[in-house]
């Protein structure tokens, strides 16, 4: 079931959205060679906290045996979402995708950024900024009268004309009191199909897209391309008022 959010209820995920936006800013200057991501965990934690929000994904069961340890999802290079917060350093030339959800008097926030761990390559430069440019693209087509199915389209048909290839395990999501509401937004479809999109509706819209093959391995938590290419990803929540499309955590 869809639930559409009042105006009001917008309101509310804005506030959200802001101290998200600014966590994943705050932990973006401290992404370097030789940090943690445990340690970037921590920063999330108390960041979230001293801004009396809760993080969404800490302890989140989602009937996978264990609950997500962590206060971000930490995926470095081939893994595509889901990592583990660990000791293990990053290391200069190295992609991370973080992925942060908090809650702030009851409303959720979801959004990802991939992170380039000092110089990178040409190839890793190309995916980030490709991923990070389709958002935008599915952005473009979040209006009123359009189906969900344009927001789709139009993120695979960006990412697989430039050589890249969308994750088809993982999709984007409704959001609002739950972190994962109705409907699903999967980063691949057709144009003209799906849901008709109304006023109201508030969307986490996140492109999963590989440098190599589509295909990944999924056990558990870990999701990671099946070639071992990188990955990238890049989130927010949007919502779609009256003014169009307006997204809360950037
Ligand atoms: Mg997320
Ligand atoms: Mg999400």
């Not at 401290?30 to 302890?59: C, M, N, Q």
């Not at 190599?212 to 008022?241: F, I, M, Q, R």
Request: aromatic share 8%.
């Amino acid at each position: 079931m869809i639930r559409l959010k009042s105006p009001f209820e917008i309101d509310c995920m804005r506030k959200s959205g802001e101290i998200l936006r600014d966590c994943l800013l705050f932990l973006e200057e401290r992404v370097k060679a030789g940090v943690s991501t445990k340690k970037l965990d921590e920063f999330a934690y108390e960041y979230i906290k001293g801004h009396g929000a809760e993080p969404s994904f800490l302890g989140f069961d989602a009937g996978m045996g264990v609950p997500f340890p962590g206060t971000i999802c930490a995926s470095v290079d081939s893994v595509v979402v889901h990592g583990f917060p660990s000791e293990r350093k990053l290391k200069e030339g190295e992609i991370l995708s973080i992925d942060c959800g908090l809650v702030f008097k009851g409303w959720q926030a979801d959004a990802a950024r991939t992170i380039a761990v000092g110089e990178i390559s040409k190839e890793k430069r190309d995916l980030v900024d490709v991923t990070r440019q389709s958002f935008f693209e599915g952005v473009k087509n979040f209006k009123e009268g359009n189906r969900l199915g344009d927001i789709s389209s139009a993120i695979q048909l960006y990412c697989e004309s430039r050589g890249y290839s969308i994750v088809r395990t993982m999709t984007g999501h409704g959001i609002g009191r739950e972190m994962h509401e109705d409907p699903s937004v999967p980063n691949f479809g057709r144009a003209g199909h799906g849901i008709r999109l109304e006023r109201g509706l508030v969307l986490a819209i996140e492109p999963m897209v590989n440098m190599g093959t589509w295909k990944t391995h999924d056990e558990g938590w870990l999701c990671e391309t099946l070639d071992k290419k990188p990955s990238a990803h890049y989130e927010n929540t949007v919502a779609l008022t009256e003014n169009g499309a307006e997204i809360l955590t950037l």
